[in-house]
């Protein structure tokens, strides 16, 4: 008997809570739906602004030639390891 009082109780409680949460929710989601706002609607995109073409070739210049690189030297560190090569002495 005592169980299913404190279960009925904490499911009240709970009920409660999720309710109040969600009512505050769609209060602070909707606080700006109506309102007039002198903000610029643009398209949001994931990187935003000019980006110069130096910088932009570079960044993949060197994220292929480091990349290349790591593969090789782990297919070479691979060999090397199993046997494949000889170290140079």
């Known amino acids: ?4 009082i404190v279960k009925q109780s904490l499911k009240l409680n709970i009920n409660k809570l ?3 949460n969600n009512k505050n929710l769609i209060n602070r989601s909707l ?3 109506g309102e007039s706002h002198n ?7 994931l990187f935003e602004g000019p980006f110069s073409k130096r ?15 790591l593969i090789v030297f782990a297919c070479y560190f691979q060999n090397l390891k199993h046997g494949f090569l000889k170290k140079k002495e």
Not at 1 to 4: L, N, Q, R, V
Not at 39 to 45: G, I, M, S, T
Not at 62 to 67: I, L
């Open 55 to 69: 910088v932009v070739g570079g960044l993949i210049a060197s994220g292929f030639v480091v990349g290349s690189g």
């Open 1 to 4: 008997m005592y169980t299913t």
């Open 39 to 45: 903000h610029e609607h643009h398209e949001h995109l």
């Open 31 to 33: 606080s700006g739906h």
């Open 18 to 20: 999720l309710i109040n």
